[in-house]
């Protein structure tokens, strides 16, 4: 895998990842303000919903890479053999 392809790789492992973080510790308010929606949380944490994303969409990069690197699968192979 070239860096290009691992740093292109990683973005999306992190893009889906993201989707499924930011719902870990939501809690709406019991009683919101006028105006607020029902569902706004009470406090958010974004930057540690951000590190917590950029960890496991690490560890999930670290995965793929070393199923890529020791199990002999190339993207170009896959290519190659799907006609």
Known sequence: MSVFTGII???LIWWVTIFTVLNIGHRAAENPE???ATSAP???YLGKKLLLNSVI????WLI???LIKFSGVSF???VENWR
């Not at 969409?57 to 999930?60: D, G, L, N, Q």
């Open 57 to 60: 969409a690490a560890v999930v």
């Open 64 to 66: 793929v890479w070393a």
């Open 9 to 11: 790789l990683y973005f």
């Open 42 to 44: 009470v406090k958010f």
């Open 76 to 78: 170009t192979e896959m």
């Open 34 to 36: 006028a105006g607020h």
